[in-house]
C-alpha cells in the first residue's frame, strides 16, 4: 500500500500484516498546530482558533458538512444545502466566548429555584402573574423554535455562531419550562394566550428570511424589551422563586442580546451596504416596542396589565403600577438606544430617524 507521500515509517508492514488500509493518515489539514491552555478557564473554543483553523473562509463553498480546516474527500455527498454561507451574514467577533459563557452558565429551573418560597397570592395578583406567564412560555417557545431553524442553515464553517445558537435553544427551551413551571405552581395555571405570533414583531420573526433580519427582530427589538423586564424582576416578584426566576433569566437573554448586539456592530463595519436595510428593521422593531404585541410592557395589552397589576400590588392600586409600567418603558427606550449605537447604527437617533415617540420615553 502507498499513501500520497509513499509508504510511512514502519507503520506499512503492520497495515499489511494485519489487513489494513489506513490510506487516511496521510490526509489532514494543517498539520502542528498546538492550542494553548488558559489557567482559568481550561481549553475554551476560542483557544482552538489557532492557525487556519481560526480562519473562516469570507464565502464558504462546503456543502458537504467537512469540519472547518479538515482535508475534503471527493465522494462526499452534497448533504448541506446551507443558505448561510456568506460570513458577514452570521459572523460576529465573539461567539466562542459567548458560547462558552452559556455552557458554564447553565441552571436547573427544576432545582436552582426555591419552589418552596412560593405562598398563596391574592387571586388578582396569582391571575396577573399567570398572564405574564402565559405570554412569557408562548414568546419563549418562538425565542427558541426561530434560531432552530437557522441552525441546519449554516455552513459549518461557520460553527461559532451556529453553536451559540444552539445554546439559545437550551436557554430558551428553560425559559419556557421555568414560565409554564410557575403557572403552574400556585393554583393558578394557564391562561388566555397572547395574540403575538400573527402580528408585531413575533409574527415577522417567523418570516424573516436573511439571518441579519431575523437576529434583528428576535435578538436587538424582542429579547432586548424582555430583557428590560426581567432586569426589573425585583418588582413585580412576590417571592424568592420569582425573583431567581427573573435574575436568571435576564443573565441568559444578556447573552442573547449581546450575540445580536456583536452581529450587527460585525455587519456594519464590513457591509457597510446594508445599513440602510438594517435600519428598515429597527424602524419596525420601534413600533413594535412601542405599542406591538411583543413587548410585555407596550400599551394596552392583557400582559401589560397583568404588569401594572404585579407592580402596583394589586387591582386597587392599578395607577400606581402603571406608573412603574412607565419606567419600564423608558428603561426599555434607554436600555434599547445604548444597544444600538453599541451596534453602530446610532445615527438614527442623530439624524431624525428613530422614532419621535420612543425618543420621548428616553427623554422623559
Ligand atoms: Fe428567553
Ligand atoms: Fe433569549
Redesign the pocket.
Known amino acids: 500500500m502507498t499513501t500520497a507521500n509513499g509508504n510511512f515509517n514502519g507503520i506499512q508492514e503492520y497495515a499489511d500484516d494485519q489487513g489494513l488500509k489506513l490510506d487516511w493518515i496521510d490526509q489532514k489539514g494543517e498539520w502542528g498546530v498546538k492550542a494553548s491552555v488558559d489557567g482559568q478557564k481550561g481549553l475554551t473554543l476560542s483557544d482552538v482558533q489557532v492557525g487556519s483553523y481560526g480562519d473562516p473562509p469570507p464565502q464558504s463553498d462546503n456543502q458537504t458538512g467537512k469540519p472547518r480546516g479538515a482535508a475534503s474527500r471527493p465522494n462526499a455527498y452534497r448533504i448541506g444545502g446551507y443558505q448561510v454561507r456568506t460570513k458577514s451574514d452570521i459572523w460576529l467577533v465573539n461567539a466562542s466566548m459567548l458560547y462558552e459563557e452559556a455552557l458554564q452558565r447553565q441552571w436547573s429551573s427544576a432545582t436552582d429555584v426555591p419552589w418552596h418560597t412560593i405562598r398563596p397570592l391574592p387571586d388578582d395578583i396569582e391571575r396577573a402573574q399567570c398572564q405574564l406567564a402565559t405570554f412569557l412560555t408562548e414568546?419563549?417557545f418562538v425565542?427558541a423554535d426561530v434560531p432552530g431553524r437557522w441552525v441546519a442553515s449554516t455552513s459549518p464553517d461557520y460553527f461559532e455562531p451556529r453553536m451559540f445558537l444552539i445554546t439559545q435553544i437550551m436557554?430558551?427551551s428553560r425559559?419556557l419550562d421555568v414560565f409554564r413551571k410557575r403557572a403552574l405552581a400556585n393554583g393558578g395555571g394557564l391562561m388566555q394566550r397572547p395574540n403575538v405570533t400573527t402580528s408585531g414583531v413575533v409574527g415577522s420573526i417567523d418570516l424573516s428570511r436573511d439571518f441579519t433580519e431575523m437576529s434583528s427582530r428576535l435578538h436587538i427589538s424582542g429579547?432586548g424589551a424582555?430583557l428590560s423586564i426581567f432586569r426589573m424582576g425585583e418588582l413585580m416578584a412576590y417571592n424568592e422563586a420569582e425573583k431567581r426566576i427573573y435574575r436568571l433569566?435576564a443573565q441568559?437573554?444578556s447573552r442573547?442580546v449581546a450575540f445580536g448586539v456583536m452581529h450587527m456592530r460585525y455587519l456594519a463595519e464590513t457591509e457597510p451596504d446594508r445599513k440602510e436595510e438594517v435600519h428598515e428593521y429597527l424602524d419596525e422593531g420601534e413600533r413594535a416596542l412601542v405599542a406591538g404585541n411583543q413587548n410585555p410592557a407596550a400599551r394596552d395589552t392583557a400582559q401589560s396589565e397583568a404588569l401594572a397589576i404585579l407592580l402596583g400590588g394589586g387591582e386597587k392600586n392599578f395607577d400606581e403600577g402603571y406608573r412603574k409600567l412607565l419606567a419600564i418603558r423608558k428603561r426599555q427606550a434607554k436600555e434599547y438606544v445604548q444597544r444600538i449605537r453599541s451596534a453602530g447604527f446610532g445615527e438614527r437617533f442623530d439624524n431624525g430617524r428613530a422614532l419621535p415617540e420612543l425618543m420621548e420615553y428616553v427623554r422623559s
Open positions: 414568546v419563549e425565542a436557554d430558551e425559559h429579547e424582555v433569566a441568559d437573554e442573547h
